[in-house]
């Protein structure tokens, strides 16, 4: 059976060990109830759980367990809309023990969503 909440179809890993990954947001997908009615757009926290989607697959293919501890400088700069499909674009680094991706999320080749996410593991 298929999670309706997640969004993440194709997860790819670049020659630099960063990640580019495909979406797909569905026009009945669960995230529009009630967000909002007659003017559906995906809500923030269904873009940084597809984010976070794509960063989980990546620590699996580790071997890790990997939970968020932060979220920084996030910023939702356009609406994405029901059966729209969006681009994520992470580089993984790790700095001072803590193991950061900086993400961008596209509709289109315009940016809806870009911060930085820190997890550490579990």
């Known amino acids: 059976m298929t999670d309706r909440w997640k969004l993440l179809k194709d997860v790819q890993w670049t020659a630099s060990g960063g990640i580019e990954a495909k979406a797909?947001?569905?026009e009945n997908s669960v995230w529009f109830k009630g967000h909002f009615p007659g003017e559906p757009i995906l809500p923030g926290?269904?873009?940084i759980s597809t984010v976070y989607e794509a960063v989980l697959k990546d620590a699996s293919r580790r071997g890790e367990s990997l939970?968020?501890?932060s979220l920084k400088r996030v910023r939702f700069t356009g609406p994405v809309h029901p059966g729209e499909k969006?681009?994520?674009?992470?580089?993984r680094e790790v700095q001072n023990?803590?193991?950061l991706f900086r993400f961008k999320v596209t509709v289109r080749e315009?940016?809806?969503c870009?911060?930085?996410m820190t997890v550490v593991k579990e």
């Not at 969006?86 to 580089?91: G, S």
């Open 67 to 69: 939970r968020i501890s």
């Open 24 to 26: 797909e947001v569905p």
């Open 86 to 91: 969006m681009t994520l674009i992470l580089a």
């Open 110 to 112: 315009t940016p809806v």
């Open 45 to 47: 926290i269904a873009l």
């Open 114 to 116: 870009s911060g930085l």
């Open 97 to 99: 023990g803590e193991t």
